[in-house]
């Protein structure tokens, strides 16, 4: 992860270092360095590897006049079409050169570590739709809504779940992971929650 030259040297560490990491994160690099040296080692790369396998996030601002080299670059690698290659870009709107770091460090790390959604069927999600009960006193709701379900929560807010499996589910942008149970029969009898204050069981009530 790097910016400004420190993004440069997180890019020149893909093209020649690539076994060392899968995860980039850089913004406003210093694509002109050196007479847009970069580009050739790009090249160099392409050459001879089919395949990149990394999760990329680049940023730049939009007030430091580097977005439309920043845009050509981007176009170029994606051109390539390496396999295992995932890009993602972003441009921070309302900041120079030195004001990337923040907003873009943040973003890429949400991105290179996000968590890969799973295509499942939404008629599946009917099984999990009912009531849950954590104690005599708290009780949550599954909902299907269209081709996703929520939980509503005690305190009625409503949380969409993602899914990871048929069973498995996440929180995207919160530490919240779901997984229901099912009995011998396939049906659904509750599930396990593990959040950062720990874990704890619901037991499905209908």
Same mark, same amino acid.
Request: glycine fraction near 8%; charge should be negative; proline fraction near 3%.
């Given at each position: 992860?790097?910016?400004? #030259?420190?993004?440069l040297?997180?890019l020149?560490t893909?093209?020649?270092?690539t076994?060392l $990491?899968?995860?980039?994160?850089?913004t406003?690099?210093a694509?002109?360095?050196?007479? &847009?040296?970069?580009?050739?080692?790009e090249?160099? %790369?392409?050459?001879?590897?089919p395949?990149?396998?990394?999760?990329?996030?680049?940023?730049?601002s939009?007030?430091e006049?580097s977005?439309?080299?920043f845009?050509? %670059?981007v176009?170029r690698?994606?051109?390539?079409?390496?396999q295992? #290659?995932?890009?993602?870009?972003?441009?921070?709107?309302?900041?120079?050169?030195?004001?990337s770091?923040?907003?873009g460090?943040t973003?890429g790390?949400?991105?290179?570590?996000?968590?890969?959604a799973?295509n499942?069927n939404?008629?599946?999600?009917?099984? %999990?739709?009912?009531?849950?009960r954590?104690?005599?006193?708290?009780?949550?709701?599954?909902?299907?809504?269209?081709?996703?379900?929520?939980?509503?929560?005690?305190?009625?807010s409503?949380?969409?779940l993602q899914a990871e499996?048929? &069973?498995?589910f996440?929180?995207?942008?919160m530490?919240? $992971?779901?997984k $229901?149970?099912? &009995?011998?029969?396939?049906?659904?009898?509750?599930?396990?929650v593990?959040? %950062?204050?720990?874990g $704890?069981?619901?037991?499905?009530? &209908?």
């Open positions: 992860m790097g910016s400004s #030259l420190g993004g040297f997180t020149y893909m093209f020649h270092e076994e $990491f899968t995860r980039y994160v850089l406003s690099p694509l002109m360095w050196d007479n &847009n040296i970069l580009d050739s080692y090249e160099s %790369f392409h050459t001879q590897h395949r990149l396998p990394a999760r990329v996030f680049m940023a730049v939009a007030l006049g977005e439309a080299m845009g050509k %670059f176009d690698l994606k051109s390539r079409n390496y295992d #290659l995932q890009i993602e870009t972003r441009v921070l709107e309302g900041m120079g050169h030195a004001g770091k923040p907003e460090y973003r790390l949400q991105s290179v570590y996000s968590r890969a799973k499942v939404p008629s599946k999600f009917s099984a %999990f739709v009912g009531k849950y954590l104690n005599p006193e708290v009780r949550v709701s599954i909902l299907k809504e269209n081709d996703h379900i929520v939980l509503l929560a005690p305190d009625s409503r949380i969409e499996s048929d &069973n498995d996440s929180v995207r942008g530490y919240l $992971f779901i $229901f149970r099912r &009995n011998d029969a396939g049906a659904v009898t509750g599930a396990h593990e959040q %950062f204050q720990g $704890f069981d619901l037991t499905r009530e &209908n």
